[in-house]
Nanobody, 123 residues
Framework: QVQLVESGGGLVQAGGSTRLSCAAS????????MGWFRQAPGKEREFVGA????????NYARAVKSRFTISRTNAKSTVYLQMNSLRPEDTAVYYC????????????????WGQGTQVTVSS
């Protein structure tokens, strides 16, 4: 079992930045590729980005590429999502997930999920 806990987020003004963290516990963190997803009200959960087991590879959804950056620190069992140039359409609950696949573009590629953290971008 892997437990994931997201933190960060909150209310941010359009054009601003924030960073989400996802702390893992349980099994060896470096055994898992990590992904970030988001879900806005009334919409399906969508892929945001993913990072490979040691952080050498990343993959992003077109909507966030060049604005968001995923990184990880395996020694701290933590993955991060740095979000810059935020837009109101980035408002969503953001989830981190752990899985065996990279790049895991679909939610079904991930075995473990955090509880999510709200990011609200005001215009």
């Amino acid at each position: 079992q892997v437990q994931l806990v997201e933190s960060g987020g909150g209310l941010v003004q359009a054009g601003g930045s924030t960073r989400l963290s996802c702390a893992a516990s349980g099994r060896t963190f470096s055994n898992y590729a990590m992904g970030w997803f988001r879900q806005a009200p009334g919409k399906e959960r969508e892929f945001v980005g993913a990072i490979s087991w040691r952080g050498g590879g990343t993959n992003y959804a077109r909507a966030v590429k060049s604005r968001f950056t995923i990184s990880r620190t395996n020694a701290k069992s933590t993955v991060y999502l740095q979000m810059n140039s935020l837009r109101p359409e980035d408002t969503a609950v953001y989830y981190c997930a752990a899985g065996d696949n990279f790049p895991g573009l679909g939610a079904n590629k991930y075995e473990y999920w955090g509880q999510g953290t709200q990011v609200t971008v005001s215009s």
